[in-house]
Antibody
Framework: EVQLVESGGGLVQPGRSLRLSCAASGFTFDDYAMHWVRQAPGKGLEWVSGISWNSGSIGYADSVKGRFTISRDNAKNSLYLQMNSLRAEDTALYYCAKDHYGSWNYAFDIWGQGTMVTVSS | QSVLTQPPSVSGAPGQRVTISCTGSSSNIGAGYDVHWYQQLPGTAPKLLIY???NRPSGVPDRFSGSKSGTSASLAITGLQAEDEADYYCQSYDSSLSGSNVFGTGTKVTVL
């Protein structure tokens, strides 16, 4: 069964850091690009970051550039998102998603269930 | 702020046909980048509904269809069913600045 399972969310104070993880199974992880997409409570979807199959190409939304870092470990079938200098507006459900291809600019064909990040003092 | 604009809501009676528009610009849809559509049922993760403008993944009913023209795209749902009540989002790639994936503003479909 193709599956993505996110972890690492929680309550964190503004200015602190958090690291999200996504464990993939059921497909050849190192063939595909991966993404993080977030959804603030009651709001729409926002693409956060994407990474190509071999980590050779990475993209970020302007809202997180310079604060968030995406990475992957193909040996462990895992995707990560290091989030620094967190702000209240980063509060959202963070989804891990698989790209249809190896580059990070196409469609997201598999989604995890998400992990909630709440930034509050 | 999203660069792809969708109507906030559309509605229809069971069995009817509804369409959702997705309007972009010359740096995304108009530049030739493909449009993809997602369905998000209440309380669940999004699901890919249409990719590459008009292709349906395995398991998606043929009641759902997509098209693209110029700087816009559309999702059509024919034979509307109660289980189609959900939020729908379009998505594409935008080549402005350093490039990014972008989602539409989202459309709530209500089955009357």
């Amino acid at each position: 069964e193709v599956q993505l399972v996110e972890s690492g969310g929680g309550l964190v104070q503004p200015g602190r850091s958090l690291r999200l993880s996504c464990a993939a199974s059921g497909f050849t992880f190192d063939d595909y690009a991966m993404h993080w997409v977030r959804q603030a409570p009651g709001k729409g979807l926002e693409w956060v970051s994407g990474i190509s199959w071999n980590s050779g190409s990475i993209g970020y939304a302007d809202s997180v550039k310079g604060r968030f870092t995406i990475s992957r470990d193909n040996a462990k079938n895992s995707l990560y998102l290091q989030m620094n200098s967190l702000r209240a507006e980063d509060t959202a459900l963070y989804y891990c998603a698989k790209d249809h291809y190896g580059s990070w600019n196409y469609a997201f064909d598999i989604w995890g269930q998400g992990t909630m990040v709440t930034v509050s003092s | 702020q999203s660069v792809l604009t969708q109507p906030p809501s559309v509605s229809g009676a069971p069995g009817q046909r509804v369409t959702i528009s997705c309007t972009g610009s010359s740096s995304n849809i108009g530049a030739g980048y493909d449009v993809h559509w997602y369905q998000q049922l209440p309380g669940t993760a999004p699901k890919l509904l249409i990719y590459g403008n008009s292709n349906r993944p395995s398991g998606v009913p043929d009641r759902f269809s997509g098209s693209k023209s110029g700087t816009s795209a559309s999702l059509a749902i024919t034979g509307l069913q109660a289980e189609d009540e959900a939020d729908y989002y379009c998505q594409s790639y935008d080549s402005s600045l350093s490039g990014s994936n972008v989602f539409g503003t989202g459309t709530k479909v209500t089955v009357l």
